[in-house]
């Protein structure tokens, strides 16, 4: 195959690669760069390669793997000096092209991804998603087949765990948190008034705000009008079950940055919001799909 040939078969192969890194990573910018990676690597091999797709798929795996594994040893590396999560709403803001990809793709899929071991999401993705026999997931991770239908058995149970709570009164608590997310969403005031307890608190962790943001913040108005200004942020939002009961996750760029926990009174109105950023409880928290 000459370089010329190379070139058009990987150029017909992008979209379906950019899918492929996407699915693993979460990210348009991370999946560019992937693909990008990959091009390098096919251009200067002179391997006589027979399945080309095959061959560009693999190596895109590989890159993603790759990446996978070195964002989880970054993320156990200490953060002392870090800045607060939440100073800067540019950072918070997924680009253009994560909103064009993750048409037709479900955003909260991707987010609960990003809890998975990196072999778990490859074999997940790949078998789930992209509808890849075990046999050539197995191949692709250095993995029997048994032992990739393990891995992706395993994503499945983490990403739709067992609800405890009554479906009816989950629903409810569902629609509620989807209204507050899309009005903060919004920017719009007299919406989240009306889905705010007049004395509900909002608390949030140290490691997410600077110091001219209080810890804790009481009463409807003060707590609309704190969520009104959250646009950007909210943006990059999809509604989970937090151990079980709905909530927000905020995950820009396909990252998970915060959790609010979002709790109800007798009234279904919203009592308190805790967003959690600190490491060790986000550690701690069990994120799942909300039921279809």
Known sequence: MTGADRTDRFAASRDRLKQVAYHLLGSADDADDAVQAVWLKASASD???????GWLTTITVHECLDQLRARTRRAELPLDDAAPVLASQA???????????ADGVDRALLVVLDRLSPAQRVAFVLHDVFALPFDDVGRLLDRSPAAAKKLASRARDRIRAPQPDPPRR????LRVVEAFLAAARGGDLAALLRL?????????????VGRQV???VRGADAVAEESRLFTRRAATGVVLLVDGAPGVVLAPHGRIRAVLRIDLGPDDLIQAVDIVGDPARLARITLTLPPP
């Open 47 to 53: 391997a006589d390669v027979a399945n080309v797709d």
């Open 91 to 101: 950072s918070w803001v997924s680009p253009e092209s994560d909103a064009l990809l």
């Open 170 to 173: 989950t629903r409810e608590h």
């Open 196 to 208: 705010l307890a007049p004395d509900v608190v909002r608390t949030v962790d140290a490691n997410l």
């Open 214 to 216: 209080p810890a804790e």
